[in-house]
């Protein structure tokens, strides 16, 4: 079954960025399997271990389960801004990417912060 979202416009199908796994490193801790909110991983039982289950769920770019993981056990095809840089040159994705804001934007006004309020919590930084 066919897991495929459009990111940014481009089909989720066509960008191989997901987790591999190496069994050797795995200790079966779960953390990778906790983590991830969206559903990458599957736990099997039997083995105590997890499995890349819905790969096309990964988020471009993610790699959290990667910098989570005690053993290293986690790797990605290659450095993720590598990645998204590519697929910004090759999809030309930033008019789809400046849309997609917009629309945020007017669904969800609260998410506009104003140049006051931004540096009134700038300056509350310590
Ligand atoms: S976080 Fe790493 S060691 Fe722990 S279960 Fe996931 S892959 Fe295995
Ligand atoms: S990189 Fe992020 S989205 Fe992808 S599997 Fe790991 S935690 Fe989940």
């Known amino acids: 079954m066919s897991q495929a979202k459009s990111w940014h416009g481009v089909d989720r199908d066509e960008l191989d960025w997901f ?16 983590t991830c909110g969206n559903n990458v991983f599957g736990w099997v039982r039997s083995e105590g271990k ?5 790969p096309k769920k990964c988020v471009v770019g993610c790699t959290t389960c990667a910098r989570v993981c005690p053993e290293d056990a986690i790797t990605f095809p290659s450095d993720p801004k590598d990645f998204v840089r590519k697929v910004v040159i ?3 994705i930033f008019p789809t990417v400046k849309k997609e ?22 300056a509350e930084m310590p």
């Open 90 to 92: 090759r999809y030309k």
């Open 19 to 34: 987790p591999s796994l190496d069994y050797d490193k795995c200790s079966g801790c779960g953390l990778c399997a906790l």
């Open 101 to 122: 804001l917009e629309v945020r934007l007017s669904t969800f006004p609260d998410h506009a912060v104003h140049q006051q309020t931004a540096s009134v919590r700038e």
């Open 50 to 54: 997890p499995r890349v289950a819905n």
